[in-house]
């Protein structure tokens, strides 16, 4: 399996793994895994393997024959359908403790929302959700001769994929430039997943713990969380995550960016890491940003089955 075309996702599945790791230990269970493994099973392998979950079902609503046949371990089940006919209709059962991820290349749309409802519904406490969307935003809207907006393509598009109703009544394709438009995004899926959680009569606890942006090509935006027994306190969540610095529990985001960065270059950085400030290290021609980037996630790269500086070298 080649990692380098896809080092910033194959990251974030540690990350995943890494706080789901955390929560089995604190809150131990028969847990089982859901998600989206196509026919690399990429996700199903690490959690298997990390977390020695067996019980895993993959849905898939693309024609199954390759998954089938490519499926790395027999417990795996297959679900052909739609994610959203898969819970609807009973085809996977929330019946006890789940990781469940589902992990989609669209941007945020009608049937996305609707999943997220019926997982805040449905999925018992203590379990561990993960939402993946896509969060590039639209290209942006013609001008006149003046520099002034013609029509707000990216305001109008937005509207069609998830509900005029469910958007700020100002908002302008500016809002929606850049990052902005994740944020939108996560505010509407927040609003969404949270209106249907709270309505739950047992109350469960919900802590956003995975605020993440990538781009291995298009940028992608992950949100995640625990749901958790009622009156979990979230001291005790904080204390639970101690040492991971890809928590993060608000709007601000991990921007996880793995830089180019050259085998000599990366044996230098490696002798002098850990450092943080004041002395971070310095490399001739290299901008701070990137230093700072490759301090965030050589300890990754490496799990992540890049291990020699050689591996490590890439483009977009
Ligand atoms: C991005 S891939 C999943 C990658 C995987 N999570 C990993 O870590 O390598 C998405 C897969 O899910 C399928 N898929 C996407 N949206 C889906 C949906 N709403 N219902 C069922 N399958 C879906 C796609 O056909 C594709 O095979």
Not at 129 to 139: A, L, S
Request: overall charge negative; hydrophobic content about 40%; aromatic content about 10%.
């Amino acid at each position: 399996m080649d990692y380098r075309h896809r080092p910033a996702k194959n990251i974030e599945r540690l990350f995943i793994v890494d706080m789901a790791r955390r929560l089995t230990v604190a809150f131990p269970g028969d847990y089982q895994y859901i998600g989206f493994g196509a026919f690399e099973f990429i996700d199903f392998q690490l959690v298997h393997r990390a977390l020695s979950i067996d019980r895993m079902f993959s849905i898939e609503r693309d024609p199954i024959e390759r998954a089938e046949f490519n499926k790395p371990f027999r417990s795996i089940k297959i679900v052909a359908a739609d994610s959203g006919d898969a819970i609807r209709d009973g085809l996977i059962e929330l019946d006890r403790p789940t990781i469940l991820w589902f992990d989609y290349t669209d941007k945020l749309n009608h049937s996305i929302l609707a999943d997220a409802v019926e997982v805040a519904r449905n999925v018992p406490a203590p379990s561990f959700v993960i939402f993946t969307f896509n969060g590039q935003p639209r290209m942006s809207s013609p001008m006149d001769d003046g520099g002034r907006v013609i029509a707000d393509r990216r305001v109008e598009a937005m509207k069609q994929d998830i509900g005029e109703e469910r958007l700020p009544s100002d908002l302008t394709d500016e809002d929606l430039s850049a990052r902005g438009f994740a944020r939108i995004q996560k505010r509407v899926f927040d609003s969404e997943f949270l209106g249907a959680l709270v309505a739950r009569h047992d109350s469960p606890s919900w802590f956003q713990v995975l605020n993440l942006q990538y781009r291995d090509g298009a940028l992608m935006q992950t949100i995640g969380g625990f749901c958790l027994p009622a009156g979990t306190k979230g001291a005790d969540i904080r204390r639970m995550l101690r040492g991971l610095d890809f928590f993060r529990a608000g709007d601000d985001f991990v921007d996880l960016r793995v830089p180019v960065i050259t085998p000599r270059e990366r044996m230098r950085l490696d002798q002098k890491l850990p450092r943080r400030v004041p002395n971070p290290p310095t490399l001739p021609g290299v901008v701070e940003d990137d230093i700072t980037a490759y301090r965030e996630v050589y300890r990754y790269l490496h799990f992540a089955g890049l291990q020699s500086a050689v591996e490590t070298t890439w483009t977009d």
